[in-house]
């Protein structure tokens, strides 16, 4: 019964490490690029959009906002 015991705790303890992990990976911050800078995006580490930017030269005149 000793070792279930010491196992359990370990379970504990693992799951605790995980949402410590899963809480920094989201604080966690990525920005991606291409067309040499054109076109960024950033996304935070659950793989959520946070802000996408597209270069001006890309789009037709007053299609911004489309």
Known sequence: MKDM???MKQ?????A???QMQEELSATEVEGQS?????RV???G???????SIDES???PGEAEI
Do not use: F, H, P, S
Request: charged share 20%; aromatic share 0%; net charge positive.
């Open 5 to 7: 015991m010491g196992m």
């Open 11 to 15: 379970v504990g303890q693992m799951q």
């Open 17 to 19: 490490r995980m949402q």
């Open 35 to 39: 067309g040499a800078g054109l076109v």
């Open 42 to 44: 950033m996304l935070n």
């Open 46 to 52: 659950k793989g959520e959009m946070k802000k996408i």
């Open 58 to 60: 890309l789009m037709k």
